[in-house]
C-alpha cells in the first residue's frame, strides 16, 4: 500500500514541478499548427499566430485596439498628396543573427514582396508603390503611383514584416527577425519554441525567458491540456460548448473577445435564383441570427447584417436593415415567383461551425418553404477547387478571417459572382481617401449597401474564446490582426 | 554417428534451398507490388482535388502570385516527369522537400517514426501479451467462468475504437487523476521514462481493440486443436494436460494466430492516425493527417509509400514465418 502511494506520489510530483518552475515561461496552445514561420510567402494565420510581433516586426505595427502604431519606424511623413512616404527609422536595431537593420532590409524585404517571383499572399499591399529609396541608413522614402488610403494600415500585416537579405530564403524554417523573442527549436508536429531576444532594441520591454507554441487540434485534448497545467493559455479555443466549464473555473480567466472573422453564407449571385435580390433579401429574413448564435457557438458571437469587424471603429450596426421576418420572407418569395417552395444546396466544409450553422439555417429555411440540402466538402482543398476556383455552388459558408476585407464583393471573378459598379467605385474611392474620418465615413455607406443587397447572408462574427490561467496577464482580448503577441505577457505571483 | 552428419547436412541443405527460392520469389512479387503501389498512390493524388499553391496562399492571393509559387514547386511540370522525377528520387533514398515544412521528408520521417514505431511496437507487445495468455486460458476451460469474462472482454474490445477508450483514459488518467500527461510527447531526449509515459496510454488505447480481435482468434484456434486427433491421442498416451497445451496445442494454434498479428499490424499503423491526434503525438499518422489537409503532396505520397511497404514487408515476413512454423508449407511450395 505504502509502495503504491508513493509511486503515486512520485509520478504526481513529476508531473506538477514544470508548472511550478513557470514564472518566466509560457506554454501556449494553438489548434492548428503552422506550415512554415515566414508570413512574407504564405496565407495561413497560423504562421502569424506565432511569429507577428513575436518573431517578426514590421515598419509599424497594429495594437490591441487595432489601431497603427509605429515600430521599426519610430516616425512618419505622408506628403500631402498622399503619394510620398518617409519613414524614419529606430536606430540600434539588430536582426537576431545580429547583423543591424537598417533601410536597406526595408527596401530589400518590400523589393520581395512585390517582385514577379514573389510569393506574397497579399501582394495587392505592394501594388501601389511605385519607388523605395534609402538616401540613409536610417529614411526610407516610399513613392506610390496612387494614394492609398490604407496602405500604413497594411504595412502593419505580418506580410509586410522587415526580413534580411541574408536569412530571407530560410526563414520558413529558422525565422530570423527584429522582434522580441529569437525562434530557439521547432518540433514539427508538437511545439515551436522560442527564446527571449537579450539585444532587443526596446529594453526591459518582455518580462518572459520563454514562449512555448503547442499545437493541440482536437477539442477535448485542449481542454485536457489546460486542465492538466500542460498549456497556460488557449488564446482561441477551438469548442465554444467546452469554453462555458473555464468560466466557472477560478483557476482560469474565460474571456470572449471578437476576431475579424465574419461568418457568412456566400450565394452565387449569377446564378439563379440568386441573382434575384429579392430571393437574397428574402434568405436573411428567414433567419434568426442569435438562435444560431446559440445553436452554433454556445451564444459566444455577435450578429451581423453586414461585412465589417465590429472591432474596426467605421463599424455599423446594420442587423435592422434586413430582420429576422419568416412572413416577409415567405411574401417576397412569392413575389419573386417562388411562393410554391425553392430548392437549394449548400456546400459545406467540416468545421464545426460551418456544419452547425448550415443545419441551422436549413432548418430555419425549411419554415419559409426553401429546401436547402446539405453537400459536404472539404476546407481547404476541395472548398477552393470547388466553389472559390470553379464557382460550382448554390450557398456555401465560412468565415472570412482577414482584417478589413468588405473590398472582396467588389472584386472580380470572386466567388461569390457578385457585380454592383456602384460598390465598386466606392471601394476603388475607399482605397484612394487618405483622409481617416472621410474613409471612415465612406467604410458606412458601403458597409450599408452590402447590408441592402444581401449578396451574402450575414450570420455572425467569430469570436475569439481565450482560456488562461488566472495568474498570467498581458494577453490579447481582441484580435484585430490574426496574432499571439505576448510582448506584454507577464505572470503575477 | 559417422554416418547421420551427412544425411543431416544434406536436409538442411535442401530445406535452405527451398527456403531462398520462397524468399526470392516473395521478394520478387514485393517489388513489383510496390511499383503498382506507387502508381496508384500517385494517380489518386494527380485526381484528388485542391491545389498545394491555391492552399498555401489563400483566397486574397493573385494569380500571378500563385503561378510563381506553382513554378517553385515544380507543379507545372507533366505528371509523367513529376511521377519519374518521384521515383527517381525514391532510388537515390531521396523522398524530396515537403511543401509546407519545406524540409527534408526523410528528416520528417526519421523523426516521426521515433514516435509512431515505438507505439506500435508498444501496441503490439501489450496486445499480444494479453491476447495470448487470456484466448488460451479462455480455450482451455470452455464455458467457464474465465471465458466468460474473455468473452465480454472481447466484444466490448471490437465494438469499442481505439480514439475513444484515448479519450475516456485522457480524462481519467490525466485529467482527474493527472497520472499522465494529457497528450503530447516530450521527446526522447527528455529521458526514457518520460517518453515511455507519453506513449503507454495511446498505445494502451490501441492494443486494446486489437487485443480483443486477437484473443477471440488465439481462443478460437487453440478450440480447434484441442478438439484434433493427435491431441486426444497425447492425452490417452498419458501427457498432462498443461503439457499438451504447451507441446502440442499452443504451437499449432500459433498459425493463424500470427497470420491475423500480420495482419494488424496495419491496423496499428493506421490506427495510429486517431489515436496521435487524440493523444497530440507528433508521429507519422499526424504528419499524414495534416500532409493530407495540407495538400502537401511530396509528404503524402512518401508516407502512404512508406505504410503500404511497411504492410508489404510485414506480409512478406509473415510468409517467410509460416514456412518456419509450419514445415507443411515447405514441401509445398
Do not use: C
Given at each position: 500500500m505504502s509502495k503504491r502511494f508513493l509511486a503515486a506520489a512520485l509520478l504526481f510530483s513529476v508531473s506538477i514541478a514544470p508548472a511550478l518552475a513557470a514564472k518566466t515561461s509560457l506554454v501556449i496552445g494553438m489548434p492548428i499548427e503552422p506550415p512554415g514561420l515566414d508570413p512574407t510567402i504564405a496565407a495561413?494565420?497560423?504562421?502569424?499566430?506565432?511569429?507577428?510581433?513575436?518573431?517578426?516586426?514590421?515598419?509599424?505595427?497594429?495594437?490591441?485596439?487595432?489601431?497603427?502604431?509605429?515600430?521599426?519606424?519610430?516616425?512618419?511623413?505622408?506628403?500631402?498628396?498622399?503619394?510620398?512616404?518617409?519613414?524614419?527609422?529606430?536606430?540600434?536595431?539588430?536582426?537576431?543573427?545580429?547583423?543591424?537593420?537598417?533601410?536597406?532590409?526595408?527596401?530589400?524585404?518590400?523589393?520581395?514582396?512585390?517582385?514577379?517571383?514573389?510569393?506574397?499572399?497579399?501582394?495587392q499591399i505592394f501594388a501601389p508603390i511605385d519607388t523605395i529609396e534609402t538616401p540613409d541608413p536610417l529614411t526610407v522614402v516610399i513613392k506610390l503611383k496612387e494614394p492609398s488610403g490604407n496602405f500604413l494600415y497594411y504595412l502593419g500585416w505580418g506580410d509586410a514584416v522587415v526580413v534580411a537579405p541574408e536569412t530571407a530564403e530560410n526563414n520558413k524554417a529558422n525565422p530570423v527577425g527584429t522582434g522580441p523573442f529569437k525562434f530557439k527549436s521547432w518540433t514539427r508536429g508538437d511545439k515551436v519554441e522560442l527564446v527571449r531576444n537579450a539585444d532587443y532594441w526596446q529594453k526591459d520591454k518582455t518580462k518572459l525567458e520563454s514562449v512555448t507554441f503547442r499545437f493541440i487540434s482536437d477539442p477535448q485534448a485542449q481542454v485536457a491540456a489546460l486542465r492538466a497545467g500542460d498549456v497556460d493559455a488557449f488564446p482561441n479555443l477551438g469548442a465554444p460548448e467546452l469554453f462555458t466549464e473555464f468560466k466557472k473555473d477560478a483557476r482560469f480567466k474565460a474571456v470572449v473577445g471578437n476576431t475579424e472573422g465574419e461568418i457568412v453564407a456566400g450565394m452565387n449571385n449569377a446564378k439563379k435564383p440568386f441573382d434575384d435580390v429579392r430571393v437574397r433579401r428574402a434568405l436573411m429574413h428567414a433567419i434568426d441570427r442569435m438562435a444560431l448564435v446559440e445553436g452554433a457557438y454556445s451564444g459566444y458571437g455577435q450578429p451581423i447584417g453586414g461585412f465589417f469587424s465590429p472591432n474596426h471603429p467605421a463599424f455599423v450596426d446594420l442587423t435592422r436593415v434586413v430582420p429576422y421576418d419568416p412572413a416577409k420572407a415567405k411574401a417576397l418569395l412569392a413575389e419573386a415567383g417562388y411562393g410554391k417552395g425553392l430548392s437549394i444546396t449548400i456546400k459545406v466544409p467540416q468545421m464545426a461551425y460551418a456544419s452547425r450553422s448550415a443545419e441551422l439555417l436549413s432548418a430555419m429555411l425549411a419554415e419559409v418553404g426553401v429546401e436547402m440540402?446539405?453537400?459536404?466538402?472539404?476546407?481547404?482543398?476541395?472548398?477552393?477547387?470547388?466553389?472559390?476556383?470553379?464557382?460550382?455552388?448554390?450557398?456555401?459558408?465560412?468565415?472570412?478571417?482577414?482584417?478589413?476585407?468588405?473590398?472582396?464583393?467588389?472584386?472580380?471573378?470572386?466567388?461569390?459572382?457578385?457585380?454592383?459598379?456602384?460598390?465598386?467605385?466606392?471601394?476603388?474611392?475607399?482605397?484612394?481617401?487618405?483622409?481617416?474620418?472621410?474613409?471612415?465615413?465612406?467604410?458606412?455607406?458601403?458597409?450599408?449597401?452590402?447590408?441592402?443587397?444581401?449578396?451574402?447572408?450575414?450570420?455572425?462574427?467569430?469570436?475569439?474564446l481565450g482560456v488562461w490561467n488566472a495568474k498570467l496577464k498581458g494577453l490579447w482580448e481582441n484580435s484585430p490582426i490574426p496574432s499571439n503577441d505576448v510582448t506584454d505577457a507577464s505572470w503575477s505571483d | 554417428m559417422g554416418r547421420r552428419v551427412p544425411r543431416a547436412c544434406g536436409y538442411v541443405r535442401i530445406i535452405f534451398s527451398i527456403m531462398l527460392r520462397l524468399i526470392l520469389t516473395r521478394l520478387a512479387s514485393l517489388i513489383a507490388t510496390l511499383i503498382v503501389v506507387s502508381l496508384a498512390i500517385f494517380l489518386i493524388l494527380e485526381v484528388l482535388p485542391g491545389d498545394p499553391a491555391a492552399i498555401m496562399l489563400g483566397t486574397a492571393a493573385r494569380e500571378d502570385t500563385l503561378a510563381a509559387l506553382r513554378q517553385?514547386?515544380?507543379?507545372?511540370?507533366?505528371?509523367?516527369?513529376?511521377?519519374?522525377?518521384?521515383?527517381?528520387?525514391?532510388?537515390?533514398?531521396?523522398?524530396?522537400?515537403?511543401?509546407?515544412?519545406?524540409?527534408?521528408?526523410?528528416?520528417?520521417?526519421?523523426?516521426?517514426?521515433?514516435?509512431?514505431?515505438?507505439?506500435s511496437l508498444l501496441a503490439i507487445v501489450i496486445s499480444t501479451l494479453l491476447a495470448l495468455p487470456l484466448g488460451v486460458a479462455a480455450a482451455a476451460r470452455r464455458d467457464g467462468p474465465v471465458d466468460r469474462a474473455v468473452l465480454v472482454f472481447s466484444q466490448l474490445g471490437v465494438a469499442v475504437p481505439n480514439f475513444w477508450i484515448g479519450l475516456l483514459f485522457i480524462l481519467f488518467f490525466s485529467t482527474r487523476l493527472g497520472w499522465f500527461p494529457a497528450g503530447g510527447f516530450?521527446?526522447?531526449?527528455?529521458?526514457?521514462?518520460?517518453?515511455?509515459?507519453?506513449?503507454?496510454?495511446?498505445?494502451?488505447?490501441?492494443?486494446?481493440?486489437?487485443?480483443?480481435?486477437?484473443?477471440?482468434?488465439?481462443?478460437?484456434?487453440?478450440?480447434?486443436?484441442?478438439?484434433?486427433?493427435?491431441?486426444?491421442?497425447?492425452?490417452?498416451?498419458?501427457?498432462?494436460?498443461?503439457?499438451?497445451?504447451?507441446?502440442?496445442?499452443?504451437?499449432?494454434?500459433?498459425?493463424?494466430?500470427?497470420?491475423?498479428?500480420?495482419?494488424?499490424?496495419?491496423?496499428?499503423?493506421?490506427?495510429?492516425?486517431?489515436?496521435?491526434?487524440?493523444?497530440?503525438?507528433?508521429?507519422?499518422?499526424?504528419?499524414?493527417?495534416?500532409?493530407?489537409?495540407?495538400?502537401?503532396?511530396?509528404?503524402?505520397?512518401?508516407?502512404?509509400?512508406?505504410?503500404?511497404?511497411?504492410?508489404?514487408?510485414?506480409?512478406?515476413?509473415?510468409?517467410?514465418?509460416?514456412?518456419?512454423?509450419?514445415?507443411?508449407?515447405?514441401?509445398r511450395s
Open positions: 495561413p494565420v497560423a504562421i502569424r499566430e506565432v511569429t507577428w510581433a513575436n518573431l517578426y516586426e514590421g515598419l509599424v505595427r497594429i495594437d490591441r485596439d487595432g489601431r497603427v502604431q509605429p515600430l521599426l519606424a519610430k516616425s512618419w511623413d505622408i506628403s500631402p498628396d498622399g503619394l510620398t512616404y518617409t519613414f524614419r527609422l529606430q536606430p540600434g536595431v539588430k536582426f537576431h543573427d545580429g547583423t543591424a537593420f537598417d533601410s536597406a532590409d526595408v527596401k530589400f524585404a518590400f523589393d520581395r514582396a512585390r517582385a514577379p517571383t514573389s510569393t506574397n499572399a497579399q501582394k440540402k446539405i453537400i459536404p466538402t472539404e476546407f481547404p482543398a476541395k472548398w477552393i477547387e470547388e466553389v472559390f476556383k470553379a464557382k460550382d455552388y448554390d450557398v456555401t459558408i465560412v468565415a472570412h478571417a482577414e482584417p478589413l476585407d468588405i473590398d472582396i464583393f467588389a472584386r472580380d471573378n470572386y466567388y461569390f459572382n457578385y457585380k454592383n459598379d456602384k460598390f465598386k467605385a466606392l471601394i476603388a474611392d475607399i482605397a484612394k481617401t487618405t483622409d481617416e474620418k472621410m474613409r471612415f465615413a465612406k467604410y458606412g455607406e458601403a458597409q450599408k449597401i452590402l447590408a441592402e443587397d444581401v449578396p451574402a447572408l450575414f450570420l455572425f462574427q467569430l469570436p475569439k | 517553385e514547386l515544380g507543379l507545372d511540370q507533366p505528371a509523367l516527369v513529376r511521377y519519374l522525377q518521384w521515383i527517381g528520387g525514391l532510388l537515390h533514398g531521396d523522398l524530396g522537400t515537403s511543401i509546407t515544412y519545406k524540409m527534408p521528408v526523410s528528416t520528417l520521417v526519421g523523426e516521426r517514426l521515433n514516435v509512431t514505431l515505438p507505439l516530450p521527446g526522447w531526449s527528455a529521458g526514457l521514462w518520460p517518453a515511455f509515459q507519453a506513449l503507454l496510454l495511446p498505445a494502451v488505447a490501441l492494443a486494446l481493440p486489437q487485443a480483443a480481435v486477437l484473443t477471440r482468434v488465439t481462443r478460437s484456434a487453440t478450440l480447434d486443436v484441442i478438439g484434433a486427433d493427435f491431441v486426444r491421442t497425447a492425452r490417452a498416451k498419458g501427457v498432462d494436460r498443461a503439457a499438451t497445451l504447451r507441446r502440442h496445442v499452443v504451437p499449432n494454434a500459433l498459425i493463424p494466430v500470427t497470420t491475423i498479428l500480420g495482419l494488424q499490424l496495419s491496423f496499428f499503423f493506421g490506427g495510429a492516425i486517431l489515436v496521435e491526434n487524440v493523444f497530440n503525438l507528433p508521429g507519422l499518422g499526424r504528419l499524414a493527417y495534416q500532409a493530407l489537409n495540407q495538400r502537401d503532396l511530396v509528404v503524402i505520397k512518401d508516407i502512404v509509400l512508406i505504410f503500404s511497404g511497411l504492410v508489404i514487408v510485414v506480409n512478406f515476413l509473415v510468409d517467410i514465418g509460416y514456412a518456419i512454423l509450419d514445415p507443411r508449407l515447405r514441401s
